[in-house]
């Protein structure tokens, strides 16, 4: 089982939409999660760092579920400038992992 | 604040070529990380340094790859007789804290885009 996976979507939703993505990891010991938002050609951006008691930033929300060993991330109102590749990372063995990441469009 | 550079931005090179990639962490940043993307692809992790120490060099593709660190400054990764199937983009990062479980947010610079003809 690879240490984190996600759904390589591609997600394509309107505008206005609500999108959610999970994220599973293998590493139980893990203790820090995130989602990057990588736009094409470009570096990968940090987006949130996701907590255990859940964390809102805006439009997005990040979750842990530490019992099934997931992070979802939550968009609302999704904006056309959202589109772009998300990626989750997880800490393990002194380095971050990361998933292939979920591509979204968000068409007008 | 400055961020973490990268340079080249792109590099060309032909097979059979050493290059040389440079990376300049954020200042006080003490783990510096190299990841390698091929076209279309995940993050693939390469090496990290703790200060100038690399504990686990796992990642590392082949002997052709080998990194150093200066102190907690420049890292340089190296590819000796480079093949068409090391093109991809080089990507640093650094980050505050690192331990077994745990790490702070990495910060990515722009990378280095490699492509061997």
């Known amino acids: 089982r690879k240490e984190v996976e996600q759904d390589p979507g591609p997600f394509n939703v309107p505008e206005g939409a609500t999108v959610a993505f999970n994220c599973t990891y293998s590493n139980s010991a893990s203790q820090s999660f995130f989602w990057y938002r990588q736009d094409c050609r470009k570096e990968p951006k940090l987006l949130m760092s996701v907590y255990s008691s859940g964390n809102e930033d805006g439009r997005f929300t990040a979750q842990l579920n530490r019992a099934s060993q997931y992070i979802s991330l939550l968009i609302r109102d999704s904006k056309l400038s959202d589109s772009a590749t998300y990626l989750c990372g997880g800490a393990g063995s002194y380095q971050l992992t990361f998933g292939k990441g979920t591509k979204l469009s968000v068409i007008p | 604040g400055a961020g973490v550079s990268q340079s080249p931005s792109n590099k060309v090179t032909e097979k059979g070529k050493d290059v040389e990639l440079r990376c300049d962490p954020i200042?006080?940043?003490?783990?510096l990380y190299w990841y390698r993307q091929r076209l279309g692809q995940g993050l693939e992790f390469l090496i990290y340094?703790?200060?100038?120490?690399?504990?686990?060099k796992s990642g590392l593709p082949s002997d052709r790859f080998s990194a150093e660190r200066t102190g907690e400054s420049v890292s340089t990764l190296t590819i000796q007789r480079t093949q068409q199937e090391d093109s991809a983009v080089y990507l640093c990062a650094s980050s505050f804290l690192v331990g077994r479980s745990y790490n702070s947010p990495l910060h990515f610079g722009n990378g280095t885009r490699l492509t061997v003809t």
């Open positions: 200042s006080g940043h003490t783990a």
């Open positions: 340094f703790q200060g100038n120490s690399a504990p686990d």
